[in-house]
């Protein structure tokens, strides 16, 4: 027994440093991606509609799992009103009049769905593809960065009033409802614009609003699209979206948490593609007020991931970009995630002036850098030794490493049930609950 006190120190030990090489990209004792997430989505056969949803939704509705339902056109839940989502409702979007769903500010949707059974957003064709139809769009009344703390979507609505597509306000803690275990497929419809709807928008949307396990794939738009707000996002998954998996922009305080993004370099539009973009405006600078914050995303425990066989060639062809880029007056705080297999890593706009105070604000620690052509660079300039040298330093304990994707990840090649947590020395990655 006088022993006790050394053995239970040594197992401690190495017990705290089995754990602490499992704490980079997305964990879990199991592989959360079971059971609720769909990768063949486009094999499943979800039937005809037997119900239509189109118009205004101005009372309380229930939709049950029992009927197939239809959006026709542009669906508004207005008047304060809830749309409550059985778990295993399919809601398929239509087509021809590229269906999609807006909750307005003031109502909420509750699609809480279970991890054997999720609510599920697709398309009506038989054989389905990216951009078949518009999406969800989520509006609140939580604040935003432009002037006047409002704005509004302008999609083309036909028959819209401004209330009804406008967003922002003075309510942080704002509540839209609930989004869990939800899969949404095959949006992204293009606008007369030329623009795309997103699969899921979130604007000015409050911290009380709940948005955990949610799959967006095959999206022609980008998947997640969060606009103004205090948001927090966990259990993320974008797959093979056209353009932007994460988009971050007018003055959004997110935290994002153990999440994931799949890219295919076949699949991806040559304007912008990237898993995860920082702004703080669009094109229009001046409708923008900077005396209020600016976006500023936490980011924890993501893996980023572009799946190639042949990733250099795909680099050549210039298939691969970055998969983070950050603009100015926008802020980043990532840490034990994972970049693989992009070119390069992480991309910082050239309007950023590389000193101590822009770099506080863009900050990378404990990261896994994977088979990347190059890790972080400022936009249009091939010198990068500033950058390397700072996020090197060893007081960030960032990894750089040049595995094969079969040697960093579980299981990549299973087509229905993929495991992306990261193996380190054949040790899952994991955590403690």
Known sequence: MKNLPQLLSIFLLVFCNTYSQQEKGII???NWLNSWTEFNSNQIEYGEATEILTGNITSDTR???KNTYMLLGDVFVTNNATLTIEPGTIIIGDFKTKGSLIITKGATIIADGLVTDP???TSNRSVKKAGDWGGIIVLGD???NKFGNESSVNHNFRAATYENISYGGENIESNSGILRYVRIEYAGKKLKSGENFNALLLAGVGSQTILEKIMVSNSAGNSFDIYG?????SKMVSYKSNKIDYNFNFGTQCNIYNSLAIRSSYV?????????NIASYGEDKEEVDFSVKETFVTATNLTLINVSDNLQTEIK??????AIYVA???SLDMSKSVISGFNPAVLFENKIKINNENLDKIRFTEMYFNNCRGNIFTEYNDNNEDLENWYGNSSFFNVYSKGLDSETFIDLKDSKRPDFRLRINKIIASNLD
């Open 229 to 233: 707000g205090q948001v927090n996002l």
């Open 28 to 30: 879990g004792t199991n």
């Open 317 to 322: 062809l210039g298939l691969v970009k970055e």
């Open 268 to 276: 991806s539009s040559p304007d912008g593609s990237r898993c995860i």
């Open 328 to 330: 100015e007056y926008a």
């Open 63 to 65: 939709l049950l799992k």
């Open 119 to 121: 609510i599920v957003f």
């Open 142 to 144: 939580a604040p935003i």
